[in-house]
C-alpha cells in the first residue's frame, strides 16, 4: 500500500542519505537536496546557530503533500 498523503513533517535524523532511501523505498519521488542555515534552520530545528541538509520528498499521487528530512550540526 502506498502512502495516500503526508502534511510537511520534519525529522532530524543521524544519516540523510539512508532515510532519503527509506522513503524512496516507501514509493515516495526525491524532489531535491539544500543547505540552509541561519534564522530558518534555528526555527526549524529550535536549535541556535545550526546548519541543516535537508532533503524533500513527495508523494507520487498528492501534488500538495512534502515533507523534509534534516540532518543538524553546530556550527
Given amino acids: 500500500m502506498a502512502i495516500q498523503r503526508m502534511d510537511n513533517v520534519g525529522i532530524v535524523v543521524e544519516d540523510l542519505d539512508a532515510a532519503i532511501a527509506f522513503f524512496v523505498e516507501l514509493g515516495m519521488e526525491l524532489e531535491g537536496r539544500a543547505e540552509v542555515e541561519g534564522l530558518f534552520a534555528d526555527q526549524c530545528t529550535g536549535l541556535d546557530g545550526v546548519r541543516c541538509d535537508i532533503a524533500m520528498v ?3 499521487t498528492v501534488t500538495a503533500g512534502s515533507s523534509w528530512r534534516s540532518t543538524a ?3
Fill in 58 to 60: 513527495r508523494t507520487r
Fill in 73 to 75: 550540526a553546530p556550527r
